[in-house]
C-alpha cells in the first residue's frame, strides 16, 4: 500500500503540516509529489482540495484511521504543483510556517483584474460574409452589416471599438455571436513593463575565452530533472563578458524550448541593463522588480506560466517565476547579499535556485568578479563547475593606489581628499573626464557626538546613532525618528557638539567647495527614494551632465560608464568594522567593484582607495584585484574560526518587547540547546547568548545566539526540535523567534 503526505489548500496556523492519506490502488500511477488531489477533510468528510508534497511506502499513522484520497484534480496546473513543493522545501529547510513558505514562492492574487480586451473576429469566409451582408441588407439590419464590413476589411477589431466607433449595441454583438456569424475573443491583456524600443540588431559575436565557458555549459545542459544540481560559477572580472556569455546561454536555453531566470540585484537591474538583454530578444523578456505593484508583478507570473515570454529578469524573487519548461537559472553577481532573504522564511537564491534545477532539469550559472567565499569553495571543492573569463573586451584594468590616510594626517591634511586623490580629480576635470567617490553607507558616517564626553546622540526607539541630514535634522536610520539637532549635549550639557564621520551629504558639500566649477550629483538612499530618480540620477551621470558622482554602494553595482577614468574610495575601512565574520570578505567585494568601475572605456583609469588599515590583507588584494590572495587569507580565518562555509552555522534570534520576558525565553532556550548538545551533538558550539550589535529597534529588544561545528541536517533536526518547543512554552507567548542558516 502507498501512502500521500499531502498539504492542503486551506490557511490556517493549526493546519499548517502534511496530512497522511492512503493512495487508492487505481490512482497509484497517477500520484506524485505535486499533485493535486480531493480529500475528504474533518468530521464531516467534506471535500477539500490538496498538494501531495511526498508519496510514501510508510503510513504517518494509524492506517485504520487513515482516509483514501478521493480523485485526482485534472489539469492541476503543474508548475503550480512544482512550486508548492518548493515552498514545502523551503519551510523544511529554512523554518516559517508553510503559509510563510507559500506566500514567498507563489505571488499575491490580483484583486484588480488586468483589463479585459476582447476582440471581434468572423466566424465564417469573407465570401460567406459577403452573402450575409446581402441578407442583412434585404432586413434592413444596417449594424450588422457595417460591423460584417469592418471584418471584411479588418481580420481583427476590438471590442471596445465596435460599440464606441461603429456604434452597435451590445445585444447585436450578442446575437450575432449566437447565431454564428462572429467570434468574441477575450484576449487579457497583461500589462507590459518593458517597452522594446527600436535597437540596432544584437552583432556581438563571443570572443575565444567566452565561446570556450559558453560551449563547456552548454555541454552539460540537458533539461532533464536529475539527482544532483547541475551548477556552474562564473569567475570573470567586470567586463570580461559574463552578461554575453549569459545571452548565448539563454538563446541556447530558448532554441531548446526551454526558458530562462535571470536574476539581478535589484540595484543593477537598470534601464541600460534590460535594453542590452530586450536587444536581443524583443519581446521574449520581461521584468519583476520591488517597484512594481503586486498587480503588476502578478501578471509578469502568468505570462510566462502562459509562455508568452521566455525569459524573466529580476531580484530574487523572480527564482519563482512558474515557467513551465525552465532550462536555465542565471544569478549575476551571485556574491551579493541580497540573495539572502532578510525576512522568514530567510532562504537563500542559490540555495532555492538548486532545489528547483534538480525538479526541473535547469543549469544553475553564477557569475561574479568577486565570488562568495561559499561558491569559490565549492568550486574548488568541484561541486560546482568552475569557469574562468580573463580579459576585458573593451577598456582596460585600472592602476590602483592605496594612500595611507595616517600619513596625510601626520603631514597636516584634514581634508577628506588626500593629496594624490585632490590632485587627480583636477587632472580629471581638466581632461574634462568623469570622476566617481564612494563612501560605504554601512560605515559610522555622519553622527553626532560630544567632544567632551564622548557620547554620541542616539535613537530613543533603536540601539544605534542618529544620522545627521541637513537643516541639522537628525534621523534614525532603523525606524526613521527625527528630531533636530540639540544645541548642547544631552549628557553633560557641552557645547561641543558636532558631526562626525563623513556622509554622502558632507562629501558633495566638500566637494563643491573644493572643485566649484565642478557638476557634482549624489547618489544615496535619499537621493533615491522616489521612483525613477534612481534611473534618472545614472543617466544624467551617463550623459556627461556632472563630472562628479558621490555615493554610497549603489553607484559601484553593474554601471557602465565609459568616460569614468578616476574612482576614489574615500575610507575603505568603514565595512572592516561591521561586526559580521564576512566583513573583510564584503570590503574585498565592494573595493572589487568600486575599482572595476574605473576604465571602462578607452581611456585609463585610476582608483585610489583611502584608508587607515593599509595593511589589512581585504585591501591589499583588493588593491591588486587579487581574488585568489584574498581567499587564501580568507578562508584560512574561516576555518580556524569554524565559520562558514568551512562550518555550518545557525543563528538563532529572539526578540520581545519586554526585556524580562526576553531574557528568561532566551535562557529557557540555551539552556535546553545545552542539553540537545550534551544528550545527541557533542561537536555543537554554542556562542552566546548575547546582544546583536543592533540590540534594540523600534522598541523591540533583541538577543542573538549562534550555533555551529555540526552538519546541515544536525542543524535542521535540532531547529526542529526547537521549534517545537517554542511553540509549546508559554516561556515564548510574547517572544518572536526565527532562525537563520549562515549560507
Ligand atoms: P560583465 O558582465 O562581465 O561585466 P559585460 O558582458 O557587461 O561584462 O561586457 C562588458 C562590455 O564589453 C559590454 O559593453 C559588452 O557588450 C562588451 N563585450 C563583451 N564581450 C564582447 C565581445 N565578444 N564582442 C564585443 N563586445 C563585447
Ligand atoms: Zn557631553
Ligand atoms: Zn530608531
Excluded at 215 to 227: A, D, G, L, R
Excluded at 298 to 315: L, V
Excluded at 317 to 340: M, Q, R, W
Excluded at 477 to 488: A, D, F, K, N, V
Amino acid at each position: 500500500m502507498k501512502f500521500a503526505n499531502i498539504i492542503i489548500d486551506i490557511s490556517h496556523e493549526k493546519l499548517d503540516h502534511p496530512f497522511g492519506y492512503i493512495i487508492p490502488e487505481e490512482l497509484e500511477n497517477r500520484i506524485f509529489a505535486g499533485t493535486g488531489v480531493m480529500i475528504p477533510f474533518g468530521r464531516g468528510n467534506r471535500q477539500i482540495k490538496g498538494y501531495v508534497i511526498e508519496v510514501t511506502d510508510k503510513p504517518s499513522f494509524d492506517v485504520s484511521k487513515m482516509k483514501k484520497i478521493s480523485s485526482v484534480i485534472e489539469g492541476a496546473v503543474e508548475v503550480e504543483s512544482m512550486l508548492i513543493k518548493l515552498a514545502w522545501w523551503i519551510k523544511e529547510n529554512y523554518g516559517s510556517t508553510m503559509n510563510q513558505a507559500l506566500k514567498t514562492v507563489i505571488p499575491v492574487k490580483n484583486k484588480v483584474r488586468a483589463k479585459e480586451n476582447k476582440t471581434i473576429v468572423l466566424n465564417m469566409t469573407k465570401d460567406e460574409a459577403l452573402e450575409k451582408i446581402e441578407q442583412y441588407t434585404k432586413k434592413h439590419a444596417t449594424a450588422r452589416i457595417r460591423l460584417l464590413k469592418e471584418l471584411i476589411d479588418n481580420d481583427n477589431i476590438s471590442r471596445r471599438l465596435v460599440t464606441d466607433k461603429l456604434n452597435i449595441s451590445d445585444s447585436t454583438i450578442k446575437s450575432m455571436e449566437i447565431q454564428g456569424d462572429i467570434v468574441v475573443n477575450a484576449d487579457i491583456d497583461y500589462r507590459n513593463p518593458v517597452t522594446v524600443t527600436s535597437q540596432p540588431e544584437y552583432d556581438i559575436v563571443l570572443n575565444n575565452e567566452q565561446r570556450c565557458v559558453a560551449e563547456e555549459i552548454k555541454k552539460n545542459m540537458n533539461f532533464k530533472p536529475s539527482k544532483f544540481p547541475n551548477v556552474h560559477l562564473i569567475h570573470g572580472i567586470t567586463g570580461s563578458g559574463k552578461t554575453e556569455v549569459y545571452m548565448d546561454l539563454i538563446d541556447y536555453t530558448i532554441k531548446n524550448g526551454k526558458s530562462a531566470i535571470v536574476l539581478i540585484p535589484e540595484i543593477a537591474l537598470t534601464y541600460q541593463t534590460v535594453m542590452r538583454f530586450t536587444r536581443r530578444f524583443k519581446e521574449k523578456v520581461s521584468i519583476v522588480n520591488s517597484r512594481m505593484s503586486a498587480g503588476e508583478k502578478y501578471d509578469q507570473f502568468e505570462r510566462a506560466k502562459k509562455g508568452e515570454i521566455s525569459i524573466m529578469i529580476g531580484p530574487r524573487s523572480a527564482l519563482f517565476t512558474p515557467f513551465k519548461n525552465l532550462g536555465l537559472i542565471v544569478i549575476d553577481e551571485e556574491h551579493e547579499s541580497a540573495y539572502k532573504s532578510e525576512s522568514v522564511p530567510k532562504y537563500h537564491a542559490i540555495e532555492v535556485a538548486q532545489k528547483r534545477g534538480v525538479d526541473t532539469g535547469a543549469a544553475i550559472v553564477l557569475g561574479s568578479a568577486t565570488p562568495s567565499l561559499e561558491s569559490y569553495y565549492r568550486a574548488k571543492k568541484g561541486i560546482y563547475k568552475f569557469h574562468k573569463l580573463t580579459s576585458r573586451e573593451k577598456g582596460n584594468l585600472p592602476t590602483v593606489s592605496i594612500v595611507d590616510l595616517r600619513e596625510e594626517l601626520k603631514n597636516d591634511n584634514k581634508s577628506i581628499f588626500s593629496v594624490k586623490l585632490s590632485e587627480l580629480i583636477k587632472d580629471r576635470l581638466q581632461k574634462k573626464q568623469q570622476t566617481m567617490l564612494f563612501i560605504n553607507r554601512r560605515g559610522y558616517a555622519g553622527f553626532v557626538s560630544c567632544r567632551d564626553c564622548g557620547e554620541a546622540i542616539k535613537c530613543p526607539h533603536c540601539d544605534v546613532t542618529l544620522k545627521l541630514h541637513t537643516n541639522r535634522k537628525l534621523v534614525c536610520h532603523y525606524c526613521g525618528h527625527t528630531e533636530m539637532m540639540p544645541g548642547l549635549c544631552p549628557g553633560c550639557g557641552s557645547k561641543n557638539i558636532g558631526g562626525f564621520g563623513i556622509g554622502t551629504q558632507q562629501i558633495e558639500l566638500a566637494v563643491k567647495k573644493m572643485f566649484p566649477t565642478a557638476k557634482v550629483l549624489r547618489m544615496d538612499a535619499d537621493t533615491t527614494s522616489k521612483k525613477g530618480s534612481h534611473d534618472r540620477i545614472l543617466s544624467a551621470f551617463a550623459n556627461h551632465e556632472a563630472d562628479i558622482l558621490v555615493g554610497t554602494q549603489m553607484i559601484v553595482k553593474g554601471h557602465d560608464f565609459p568616460n569614468v577614468t578616476l574612482v576614489g574610495v574615500l575610507a575603505a575601512d568603514m565595512s572592516l568594522y561591521a561586526s559580521d565574520y564576512r566583513a573583510a570578505e564584503r570590503t574585498f567585494q565592494l573595493l572589487c567593484q568600486a575599482a572595476g568601475r574605473a576604465g571602462r572605456g578607452v581611456s585609463l583609469g585610476d582608483v585610489v582607495i583611502q584608508t587607515y588599515s593599509p595593511d589589512n590583507y581585504s585591501i591589499k588584494a583588493a588593491s591588486h584585484q587579487d581574488y585568489e590572495e584574498f581567499y587564501q587569507e580568507e578562508i584560512a580565518y574561516r576555518k580556524l574560526m569554524s565559520y562558514p562555509p568551512v562550518a555550518n552555522m545557525i543563528s538563532v534570534f529572539l526578540q520581545g518587547k519586554d526585556q524580562k520576558e526576553l531574557n528568561i525565553a532566551t535562557e529557557y532556550i540555551t539552556e535546553i540547546i545545552k542539553k540537545k548538545r550534551d544528550e545527541h551533538y557533542n561537536k555543537l558550539m554554542i556562542i552566546g547568548p548575547a546582544k546583536p550589535p543592533v540590540s534594540k529597534v523600534n522598541d523591540v529588544h533583541r538577543r542573538i545566539i549562534y550555533l555551529k561545528g555540526i552538519t546541515r541536517k544536525e542543524l535542521i533536526d535540532l531547529k526542529d526540535s526547537l521549534e517545537d518547543v517554542i511553540n509549546c512554552s508559554q516561556n515564548f507567548k510574547n517572544i518572536n523567534v526565527q532562525f537563520d542558516f549562515k549560507v
